[in-house]
T-cell receptor, first 114, second 110 residues
Framework: EAGVVQSPRYKIIEKKQPVAFWCNPI?????LYWYRQNLGQGPELLIR????????DSQLPKDRFSAERLKGVDSTLKIQPAELGDSAVYLC????????????FGPGTRLTVT | RKEVEQDPGPFNVPEGATVAFNCTYS??????FFWYRQDCRKEPKLLMS???SGNEDGRFTAQLNRASQYISLLIRDSKLSDSATYLC???????????FGKGTRLSVIA
């Protein structure tokens, strides 16, 4: 079974530029998560989707971050404009549901903003 | 105060040693507990769930103390391949997300 797929794996951009990350969850997983992981920290939730509905986006910096999950499958996370502090690994995860199910993570996108 | 706190380490131990990590959580409404493992530059993967009665999986033993609000992970007979960061994870009841600790870094040395 294919795991969570993310692209790109690495991205280097200059500050103030836009950037987008893409995630394809495991087939049949209704719940999709975007996390940000800074060096030496655990993953921090940015947004959680149940199918195509964003059910928890309280930690998403809405002035510059946006996300969508059209048709309840693939998802994109966008930053516009990027700031130096956005440098981190952006992880996508999926699970069959929210209640205690194991979350499966993708390999992440390592973003460097210069 | 962070919802989940862990000693970041690193813990440097020789092969064959027994090592234990603790993790404390602040929200008494937390109901589900997990240990995830994250290798360097890789994604986190579930190592084991933590049950109220404690549970064991091979060389790994997890325990939960609800009264003191802490979780532990014991690794016996450490292998070089156990070198990784171990993330303590908690979840409150209901439709809530996982909350990750910062992780504890383990290096097993030959």
């Amino acid at each position: 079974e294919a795991g969570v797929v993310q692209s790109p794996r690495y991205k280097i951009i200059e500050k103030k530029q836009p950037v987008a990350f893409w995630c394809n969850p495991i087939s049949g997983h209704n719940t999709l998560y975007w996390y940000r992981q800074n060096l030496g920290q655990g993953p921090e939730l940015l947004i959680r989707y149940e199918n195509e509905e964003a059910v928890d986006d309280s930690q998403l910096p809405k002035d510059r971050f946006s996300a969508e999950r059209l048709k309840g499958v693939d998802s994109t996370l966008k930053i516009q404009p990027a700031e130096l502090g956005d440098s981190a690994v952006y992880l996508c995860a999926s699970s069959p549901g929210t209640g205690g199910f194991e979350q499966y993570f993708g390999p992440g996108t390592r973003l460097t903003v210069t | 105060r962070k919802e989940v706190e862990q000693d970041p380490g690193p813990f440097n131990v020789p092969e064959g040693a027994t090592v234990a990590f603790n993790c404390t959580y602040s929200n008494s409404a937390s109901q589900s507990f997990f240990w995830y493992r994250q290798d360097c530059r890789k994604e986190p993967k579930l190592l084991m769930s933590v049950y109220s009665s404690g549970n064991e999986d091979g060389r790994f033993t997890a325990q939960l103390n609800r009264a003191s609000q802490y979780i532990s992970l014991l690794i016996r007979d450490s292998k070089l391949s156990d070198s990784a960061t171990y993330l303590c994870v908690v979840k409150r009841t209901g439709n809530t997300p996982l909350v990750f600790g910062k992780g504890t870094r383990l290096s097993v040395i030959a």
